[in-house]
T-cell receptor
Framework: GAGVSQTPSNKVTEKGKYVELRCDPISGHTALYWYRQSLGQGPEFLIYFQGTGAADDSGLPNDRFFAVRPEGSVSTLKIQRTERGDSAVYLC???????????FGPGTRLTVL | EDQVTQSPEALRLQEGESSSLNCSYTVSGLRGLFWYRQDPGKGPEFLFTLYSAGEEKEKERLKATLTKKESFLHITAPKPEDSATYLCAVATGGGNKLTFGTGTQLKVEL
């Protein structure tokens, strides 16, 4: 079956602009996660959804970052007033309610100039 | 604060030369330890989950083991296609947030 998909695969933007990153989880997976990975580092947790609600957003670095999952499937990560330090690969993962085995998408590489 | 430390940072092996990667952790209430493989430019690929000390899991040339303080990923007779970065992560508390180590970059040469 289809895995987790993310669009776009690459996004280049200018400092101060607004960006949206999309994640389409594995069909039937109720949990969805966003992580951020910088070069040479492991993924860093941002936010976790169970269904439509954000169950844990403790990893969002500041109020410029926001994520939604209005229908309990597709999720969008929104970043306002982008800064050069936001440049990273943004990874999305999903898991079923049965266990916490998280399956990752290919990521969106965000570059802020 | 949960911490995960992986060693070595990089490892170069000859084809067929078995070795082990280490993941040591300090957490309050382990809800699972995860191993992932990550190829350049791709997302992490799930390998194993271990839940309790003494547990072992195998897949092809890989075997993961868990103690109360660390996990090992044993690679037996590796091939060049095993070259990748191997990531270790722990789930704690509610069990949903993963805390990752920085990974071990493995290169297997002919």
């Amino acid at each position: 079956g289809a895995g987790v998909s993310q669009t776009p695969s690459n996004k280049v933007t200018e400092k101060g602009k607004y960006v949206e990153l999309r994640c389409d989880p594995i069909s039937g997976h109720t949990a969805l996660y966003w992580y951020r990975q910088s070069l040479g580092q492991g993924p860093e947790f941002l936010i976790y959804f169970q269904g439509t609600g954000a169950a844990d957003d403790s990893g969002l670095p500041n109020d410029r970052f926001f994520a939604v999952r209005p229908e309990g499937s597709v999720s969008t990560l929104k970043i306002q007033r982008t800064e050069r330090g936001d440049s990273a690969v943004y990874l999305c993962a999903s898991s079923s309610y049965v266990n916490n085995e998280q399956f990752f998408g290919p990521g969106t590489r965000l570059t802020v100039l | 604060e949960d911490q995960v430390t992986q060693s070595p940072e990089a490892l170069r092996l000859q084809e067929g030369e078995s070795s082990s990667l280490n993941c040591s952790y300090t957490v309050s209430g382990l809800r699972g330890l995860f191993w992932y493989r990550q190829d350049p430019g791709k997302g992490p690929e799930f390998l194993f989950t271990l839940y309790s000390a003494g547990e072992e899991k195998e897949k092809e040339r890989l075997k993961a083991t868990l103690t109360k303080k660390e996990s090992f990923l044993h690679i037996t007779a590796p091939k060049p296609e095993d070259s990748a970065t191997y990531l270790c992560a722990v789930a704690t508390g509610g069990g949903n947030k993963l805390t990752f180590g920085t990974g071990t970059q493995l290169k297997v040469e002919l």
